[in-house]
Nanobody
Framework: QVELVESGGGLVQPGGSLRLSCAAS????????MGWYRQGPGKERELVAS???????NYAASVKGRFTIYRDNAKNTVYLQMNSLKPEDTDVYYC???????????WGQGTQVTVSS
């Protein structure tokens, strides 16, 4: 079992920045990935960015060049630095931890990001 605690969401103006954090605790898998998904009302949850335990990163096309994901393995924490935020980035952001090569995982409680003037 892995527990995830997210922080860092909030309200920001277009063009602004936010950093999300997700701290993991529990029993870990040696080959794993951590990532961020987002979901808005009536929409499916979509992958924003992910990073594996060996450092391989993946980004959604809509956030490439604006968002950066990185992890601190010593702290079991993953971060999402979001720059040049747009109103369409407004969503609830969820952290996920999963063993690489599996279809299941563990989710955080979600944190609201609102981009509005």
């Amino acid at each position: 079992q892995v527990e995830l605690v997210e922080s860092g969401g909030g309200l920001v103006q277009p063009g602004g920045s936010l950093r999300l954090s997700c701290a993991a605790s529990g029993r870990f898998f040696s080959v794993n990935a951590m990532g961020w998904y987002r979901q808005g009302p009536g929409k499916e949850r979509e992958l924003v960015a992910s990073v594996t335990s060996d450092g391989t990163m993946n980004y959604a096309a809509s956030v490439k060049g604006r968002f950066t994901i990185y992890r601190d393995n010593a702290k079991n924490t993953v971060y999402l630095q979001m720059n040049s935020l747009k109103p369409e980035d407004t969503d609830v952001y969820y952290c996920k931890y999963w063993p690489v090569g599996t279809s299941y995982g563990f989710w955080g409680q979600g944190t609201q990001v609102t981009v509005s003037s």
